[in-house]
């Protein structure tokens, strides 16, 4: 009867060996590096492949601050030393960053742009009182705008594939603020307050001669800062008590999932990059970085420092072979912009979306014939309209 109870015994000790070392295995693939450590703020990071940059404020004046990382070994952060303008909220893609600019000389903002390959820099847009908040796709800009300093804020566009010439358009310039506008692949998305409430609005920028727009989501409560990537846009939502993150897919619009949401605190600035999205959330009473997985429905946290940790953005970089989250990180007592590797199963989906995946699980069966089934009637919104 004794050596039974001894087999037993050896079976508790290595399955609680093994749960261990997996439970060490998944916690290692989260991988926390920091990025630019200066004196002063450096805040607002953008990302996309392999190139990072944030806002750098030191005494009384902003610049921009930049970075490739090709490897987690050498991260030499640079400064873009400019005393005679500020330089603020940048966005990336490829290897051009754009950002707002407002010289010392003047009192009205401009965006600018700065390409990293052939190292020059170039004027985005600079017809109008205010272009501020930037964000580009490609060779498509995007950011809000005002006519006068007493006007509503639109957004406005700039096709800037001849660097020398960039053709502006308008996006939307209806009535009432529409501002804070993200872009991917050609699809437009922005809060717009036409109704009263701030709502979300999206613009097919296929055919500028002809553009498609189409409501996000719009209904009770409000919802701000979009972000957009691939066929996901992700926002936050106040139609659950506190800002919560929600999201849905451009491509089938539907009724919108609820990412993460509480009745006892906030989620806030969401970005996303194909199948994993980030934000940052409140639960721990200070602001720390969480990740949510559309394809395994999973959420997980990425930063457990007691600091606050916020403003998180998203990309997959290539010469890593792994996603890159960046923020920014209070944890020396001024802002800092750190970063995370991830390469382990919580951002583990399929490599590319697939056609007909109507749910997002990566599989494409007679689940999204469900789903199919399911969303008819509850329409959040309207596909792109064909012209
Ligand atoms: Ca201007
Ligand atoms: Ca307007
Ligand atoms: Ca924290
Ligand atoms: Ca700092």
Redesign the pocket.
Known sequence: MGKPRERSGGLVVFLLVLVLVMGAGAAGAIEIFPIARESGHQQYPAVDNTLVAWQHDQGGDSDLGIVEISSLNSIAPMTFEDSFSDAQRPAVSGGVVVWQSKSFMQDDWDVVGFDYTTETFFTVMSTYQDERRPAICGTLVVAEARTTAQADCDVLGADISRRSEPQLFWVDASAADQCRPDISDGFVVYEDAYSGTQQLYGADLTDLDDIAWFPIFTGAGSRRHPAIAGRWVVWEDDAFGKWAIAGDNVFHPRLPDVLQSSDAHDCLHADVYNNVVVWQDYR?G????YGYNPTTKTSFQI???????THPAITFNPDLNGYVVVWQDY?KGNWDIYGAYLDGPEVAGCASPLPSDVNADSVVDEKDLDQVEADQGKRNGIPPTEN
């Open positions: 721990n200070n602001w720390d970085i930063t457990s420092n007691n600091r606050d940790q944890r």
